[in-house]
């Protein structure tokens, strides 16, 4: 027997570059000098840095201030004497009752946190206390503006505040509007509104350039309503964010089964202004290829209650599987523009003219805009070839044709017909065994043919043909 087929390899866990929870997977390394700038924006340091060292710095930056003016209070008091003559009630000191260190140290306390028990005072004897009493208030209050607004700005950030911002655990590709479209769902957890809330998508795909750069980690914007404003969102309930899959997206020619071999993250970024605050506060996620369901559709959350509407957060992460073409958008479109040659694209062999179509307005849109009976001649296989040549032929003059429709106008508008030929080739077109009368063409292509009376001021050419039909 022969070797068994080699299985796939199992794939391994997936590096990400956003964690689900947002944090960014960077480590910054080798800065070398460039170290010292941390120190020259020192605050926002001190601000970024986690809690444990705020508060040892916090600990430490006012311990050795305490003891380094306690230190100054007591230099000055044993340059003087007055640690000998402290008890001498007819010595006045400096500092009253200050002896030995520990009375220095209590006395500075009392000053800076203005406590004032009354028992160590400064005297008008001490022109050099007075100096270090100014140097220890304007001290003392920068320190406090430095660490209590670190503190405070530490307390206030509103990153805790994204953690009741919530995004759903996959995200999901099936057709919304007939349209393939990549979902996922993003949720407010509390009561209080996030103000102008906006929402911004990046793909991150590693890809090689024509000239041969690798970029390992290149950034495409994906489109979730940036040009209509869709982007901007009233987040009350929870609302679902919508990429429509066209010929402008990174993933235009993404199938269920290239999926399988594609490596990417979409990384989500909701901003918003945090109303109790109003700070800006910004929430992360991403997903990777594996977290993308194909065929899926979310779970309806929003349930109409007595005088209120209730949001389930139960179901918001679920899913459930919808028919879905398992082809990517590239592909529909090739394999639609081959089935309706009727209807495609003019290819340009010269110069293009401004009536020129140059692509079909979507999916959905193919067969209907046709009238009933253009609708029956494009789906028949044995279509005459005539016809298909005049399709696939540039046009260079715009026809007096207006009242036409639109894929009426593009066969009509064929180089060098006249007006005689082009009624000639659509009265043919017309007399196809599918057409039962004139009567029942659209209104313009009465005009076209002269009413709807076989009789009238028809040309020799067509009153003959019809003679021969309907007799």
Avoid at 104 to 133: M, N, Q, S, V, W
Avoid at 249 to 270: A, G, H, K, N
Wanted: proline share 6%.
């Amino acid at each position: 027997g022969g070797l068994p087929p080699p299985r796939a390899a199992p794939r391994g866990k997936r590096q990400r570059f956003v964690d689900k929870n947002g944090r960014c997977n960077v480590q910054h390394g080798n800065l070398g000098g460039e170290t010292s700038r941390y120190l020259s924006d020192l605050f926002t340091t001190l601000v970024d840095l986690k809690w444990r060292w705020n508060l040892f710095i916090f600990i430490l930056t006012y311990t050795v201030a305490w003891l380094f003016m306690a230190s100054m209070w007591w230099v000055i008091a044993y340059m003087r004497g007055d640690l000998n003559k402290a008890h001498d009630d007819s010595y006045t000191p400096c500092v009253a009752n200050v002896y030995n260190f520990p009375s220095a140290f209590l006395f500075f306390i009392e000053t800076e946190a203005t406590i004032g028990y009354g028992y160590r005072y400064i005297t008008d004897k001490c022109p050099e206390g007075i100096i270090l009493f100014l140097f220890q208030s304007i001290l003392g209050s920068i320190v406090d503006a430095f660490l209590i607004g670190c503190m405070f700005i530490k307390m206030s950030q509103p990153k805790k505040r994204a953690e009741t911002l919530m995004f759903s655990e996959h995200a999901a590709i099936s057709m919304r509007d007939g349209k393939l479209t990549l979902m996922f769902r993003v949720g407010n957890l509390r009561n209080s509104h996030m103000v102008s809330a906006q929402i911004r998508c990046k793909l991150l795909k590693s890809r090689q350039t024509p000239e041969g750069e690798f970029l390992p980690l290149d950034q495409l914007e994906l489109d979730v309503g940036f040009s209509t404003g869709a982007d901007q969102l009233f987040l009350v309930s929870p609302l679902t964010i919508c990429h429509v899959i066209d010929a402008k997206s990174p993933f235009y020619d993404l199938s269920q089964r290239s999926m399988q071999t594609e490596q990417f993250e979409i990384v989500v970024i909701l901003e918003g202004i945090v109303e109790t605050t109003g700070m800006t506060c910004q929430a992360r996620t991403s997903y990777t290829e594996d977290e993308v369901l194909w065929g899926h559709r979310f779970f309806p959350v929003i349930s109409l209650e007595e005088g209120f509407f209730k949001v389930d957060y139960s179901q918001f992460h679920a899913t459930f599987e919808v028919p879905t073409p398992p082809y990517s958008v590239k592909e529909q479109e090739e394999m639609l523009l081959m089935s309706s040659p009727l209807i495609a694209p003019a290819v340009s062999n010269s110069k293009e003219r401004n009536n020129s179509v140059e692509c079909l307005d979507g999916l959905d849109e193919v067969g209907t805009k046709l009238p009933s009976k253009l609708q029956k001649i494009t789906g028949r296989e044995d279509f005459p070839k005539k016809l298909l040549r005049m399709s696939s032929t540039t046009s260079e003059k715009a026809y007096s044709m207006g009242d036409l429709p639109m894929k009426l106008q593009r066969i009509s508008s064929v180089p060098g017909n006249s007006e005689e030929k082009l009624v000639s080739k659509t009265t043919k077109m017309m007399s196809d065994p599918i057409s039962q009368s004139v009567a029942d063409l659209p209104p313009k292509l009465q005009k076209l043919s002269g009413g709807g009376r076989m009789e009238g001021n028809l040309p020799p050419k067509l009153r003959k043909m019809n003679s021969d039909r309907f007799t």
